[in-house]
């Protein structure tokens, strides 16, 4: 399965009954594998998950910690991108020039880089004493 395909039916799956906002979205690793996450809404608004998070904390889960492209799905007129938190997720797995393809389930699609989408982003050479 592919990222798009992984992305597309992991959207069907997530849990949006506030917003009905569905999101998918799928991390290719370096390794080649391919993890899925979606949307996890909660009543205790904000505290759900975004679809990259997921298809973060899944990849991790399994041990891999190098995204090496991203993929993210919804329905909506245009591309949605990441959220700036998950930006900044993508950021602490991806290097700067990891594609990221975000599209709409109406097939529009556009693809940016990491760094495109956070530039300056907050990252371990800050942590350094």
Do not use: W
Not at 32 to 38: L, Q, S, T, V, Y
Not at 42 to 54: H, Q
Not at 69 to 97: H, M
Request: net charge negative; charged share 20%.
């Amino acid at each position: 399965m592919e990222l798009k395909e992984a992305a597309t039916a992991v959207r069907r799956n997530a849990h949006a009954p506030y917003s009905g906002f569905l999101v998918g979205a799928a991390v290719r690793t370096a390794g080649g594998a391919i993890f899925a996450g979606c949307n996890v809404e909660n009543v205790a608004y904000p505290e759900g998950t975004c679809a990259e998070a997921g298809a973060i904390a899944a990849m991790v889960a399994a041990g891999e910690r190098e995204i090496t492209e991203v993929y993210v799905i919804a329905e909506s007129p245009e591309p949605v991108t990441p959220c700036g938190g998950c930006r900044q997720k993508l950021a602490e797995f991806a290097a700067a020039d990891t594609p990221v393809t975000m599209a709409t389930t109406a097939g529009v699609e556009r693809t940016t880089t990491v760094s495109e989408l956070l530039p300056g982003a907050f990252a371990p050479r800050h942590m350094e004493r």
